[in-house]
């Protein structure tokens, strides 16, 4: 055949493969592949005894398969298991840099290897959602006759992004994102396989917390430990290793020296104590210092949001006015406009709730990055969806004598979580009220719903 065979020898009979470790400087992620169905990690459903798949494999009766997951799952390496425990010839493709004429050549290949021998060519498609839909067709009449065993690896919903044709000759296997518990079992076995030539232990916390960070993706976190191991440098890889591999550089908007933040902290601090001689009298010092004016504007919007909120939703669109005014007059004229929203937002009563929210949010993002939307709220358009369980449950909030529909829209491992408490200071006191109602409104719910 030609194409692409470079990339995986063809197999010999009875499927055996060359099972040489990769050479030398390759990354570790790809060393640490596995090359047989015991050695994946994860995927229990479909690979457990008796799944579908591992049964298929031992039979070598292995249908068109089109593999939905996240990144880093085992989409690719699963394929290429496949290929290693069957009878069939593997040939990759990578949507992103085959054409429809290299496609025609494959499937042409492979349909006088099967005249002639009854051998059937596996075919894998890595991000087929890539492919087009002339691309995707012209794989139809040869999944059909047998010629092929079609296998698509894609992080997209097959719902949307393959052909319905296409779609309904291939199994649709749902691959998870890995577990913490997972990643750090692969990580574990990284650092104690010698011919990994890592060379540094690990504390249990800093696996933990490594495995938060790749967020279900195996080949991430091959990468985190790869690097926390170069940190180390003999030492044990501890969480403040750990904190040193992940972190992000934070850049500083202006580095014109340190009297630039002494002022511009002078102004934030003297709106939040809502004095507004003092406010204006640092933000007309610094203009009169030649501050671009445009800056100010920018950190009077962020005042607006973080320190005022929803105690006075009026203080953002204040801000945004003033910003616009003064980008319409220039100075200085406009210079007039960023002082009215100087004196409104010192005036403004005040509040962080949103802030802290907005900060609480993130850090259980942080800690719980990949958890799984709840099914109940996901959308279901198609038939596959709602097999799946998507949308089972869900309850339209018109309709229901609330107004609410008592489902919990946090993932599982979160219900219960607060994030916005507001204060009493202006709207809030409001929104508060609100907030307190919707609450108990959403228990009747429940509390119904249980009863019938």
């Known amino acids: ?99 429809i004429k290299d496609v025609k050549e494959v499937m042409a290949g492979a349909a006088k290897l099967r005249r002639a021998g ?4 596996l075919v894998f498609v890595d991000e087929i959602h890539r492919f087009n839909k ?49 990643l750090v079992a692969l990580m574990t076995q990284a650092l104690s396989d010698p011919e990994c030539g890592l060379g540094a232990v690990a504390s249990p916390e800093a696996l933990e917390a490594l495995a ?62 809502s004095d507004p001689d003092a406010a204006l009298y640092w933000l007309t010092r610094m203009l009169t210092a030649g501050e671009d004016p445009r800056y100010l504007a920018r950190r009077m919007v962020r005042f607006a949001s973080e320190d005022v909120g929803l105690a006075d939703p009026r203080a953002l669109s204040q801000s945004l006015a003033a910003w616009e005014s003064y ?46 939307v709840p099914k109940a709220i996901r959308n279901a358009p198609t038939n596959l969806m709602k097999d799946l369980g998507y949308g089972r449950g869900y309850v339209y909030a018109h309709d229901a004598e609330e107004g609410v529909g008592g489902l919990d829209c946090l993932p599982e491992n979160l219900r219960g979580l607060r994030l916005y408490e507001p204060r009493g200071e202006g709207f809030e006191g409001r929104l508060a009220e609100r907030l307190e109602e919707f609450r108990q409104r959403r228990q009747r719910a429940r509390r119904r719903s249980t009863e019938e």
Request: hydrophobic share 40%; with cysteine.
């Open 118 to 121: 009854g051998q059937r060519t």
């Open 1 to 99: 055949m030609g194409l692409f065979d470079d990339q995986l020898p063809p197999a010999p009979p009875g499927g055996d493969r060359d099972d040489a470790q990769p050479p030398v400087g390759t990354p570790l992620a790809e060393r640490m592949r596995p090359r047989r169905l015991d050695d994946m990690v994860g995927q229990q459903d479909v690979l457990g005894e008796g799944g579908f798949l591992r049964r298929a494999i031992a039979e070598d009766r292995v249908p068109s398969l089109i593999f939905w997951g996240p990144p880093g799952c085992g989409k690719t390496t699963l394929a290429l298991i496949i290929a290693r425990e069957t009878r069939a010839r593997f040939v990759p493709f990578s949507a992103v840099t085959s054409g």
């Open 327 to 372: 980008q319409r007059l220039g100075s200085p004229e406009g210079d007039l406009a960023l002082a009215q929203a100087c004196v409104y937002l010192a005036l403004a009563p005040k509040s962080n709730a949103v802030y802290r929210a907005f900060k609480a949010a993130r850090r259980a993002v942080e800690e719980h990055p990949a958890e799984p």
């Open 212 to 273: 938060v960070q790749a967020s279900g993706d195996a080949r991430t976190a091959l990468n985190l430990i790869e690097l926390a191991a170069l940190e180390a440098v003999g030492e044990t890889i501890d969480t403040a290793i750990v904190e040193r591999v992940v972190q992000r550089r934070v850049l500083l908007y202006d580095k014109s020296g340190e009297e630039h933040f002494n002022l511009i902290s002078a102004l934030h601090k003297s709106l939040r104590e």
């Open 134 to 182: 002339a691309q995707q067709d012209a794989f139809l009449p040869f999944v059909e006759r047998g010629d092929i065993v079609l296998v698509g690896a894609t992080t997209e919903n097959p719902s949307f992004e393959v052909n319905g044709a296409l779609l309904s000759r291939c199994r649709v296997v749902v691959l998870a994102a890995l577990s913490t518990d997972d």
